[in-house]
T-cell receptor
Framework: EADIYQTPRYLVIGTGKKITLECSQT?????MYWYQQDPGMELHLIHY???????EKGDLSSESTVSRIRTEHFPLTLESARPSHTSQYLC???????????????FGEGSRLTVL | AQSVAQPEDQVNVAEGNPLTVKCTYS??????LFWYVQYPNRGLQFLLK??????LVKGSYGFEAEFNKSQTSFHLKKPSALVSDSALYFC??????????????FGTGTQLKVEL
């Protein structure tokens, strides 16, 4: 069982609010990722990090921002939520590939955001 | 560049019958291949992976996948489907040589529906 946790699992908020989705992992993984997924649809990588103080934009442009101050923590923030941000957000982590591992991802349970 | 194709949006199968979910890939080097499953309102769960060696890989919940290098395929199979197997299945690939930045590339997903 993977040890990666996301909170909140479900969030309903009004337009213009600031929200932060939390993601924490206890596996000591260097790499962490945020994916956006609309219901029953494909995954889009929106942010990733290779370690502390490292963050990169993913394949899909997103108005959200991320930070990586501690290895285990990779929160995602939306400064002003809009209905177009309604989606499921999945956090994942993996070991650094330089150690010869396969880069298998471990996923959290997801945070389903609804912006009214 | 690396890519994955899942040609079927949905696969329907009767309980007790064998199931196949198709996946083809493209990488410049050797592939690391993965299958993940997602149940409603949950994160992705790892099923199995191919790294090297035996072309037939066995994974969780009785699933297996066959790596075919000449056809660049990695189809997911199960000899006898269960209703509880109904879920969204994702194939993913990473180039073993370049690493793809340790980023997995996911397919668009295949919805498996197993009926009584």
């Amino acid at each position: 069982e993977a040890d990666i946790y996301q909170t909140p699992r479900y969030l309903v908020i009004g337009t213009g609010k600031k929200i932060t989705l939390e993601c924490s992992q206890t596996m000591g993984h260097d790499k962490m990722y945020w994916y956006q997924q609309d219901p029953g649809m494909e995954l889009h990588l929106i942010h990733y990090s290779y370690g502390v103080n490292s963050t990169e934009k993913g394949d899909l442009s997103s108005e959200s921002t991320v930070s990586r101050i501690r290895t285990e923590h990779f929160p995602l923030t939306l400064e002003s939520a809009r209905p177009s941000h309604t989606s499921q957000y999945l956090c994942a982590s993996s070991e650094y590939s330089g150690r010869g591992n396969t880069g298998e991802l471990f996923f959290g349970e997801g945070s389903r955001l609804t912006v009214l | 560049a690396q890519s994955v194709a899942q040609p079927e949006d949905q696969v329907n199968v009767a309980e007790g019958n064998p199931l196949t979910v198709k996946c083809t890939y493209s990488v410049s080097g050797n592939p690391y291949l993965f299958w993940y499953v997602q149940y409603p309102n949950r994160g992705l769960q790892f099923l199995l992976k191919y790294i090297t060696g035996d072309n037939l890989v066995k994974g969780s919940y009785g699933f297996e996948a066959e790596f075919n290098k000449s056809q660049t395929s990695f189809h997911l199979k199960k000899p006898s489907a269960l209703v509880s197997d109904s879920a969204l299945y994702f194939c993913a690939v990473r180039d073993a040589v370049t690493g793809g930045g340790n980023k997995l590339t996911f397919g668009t997903g295949t919805q498996l529906k197993v009926e009584l």
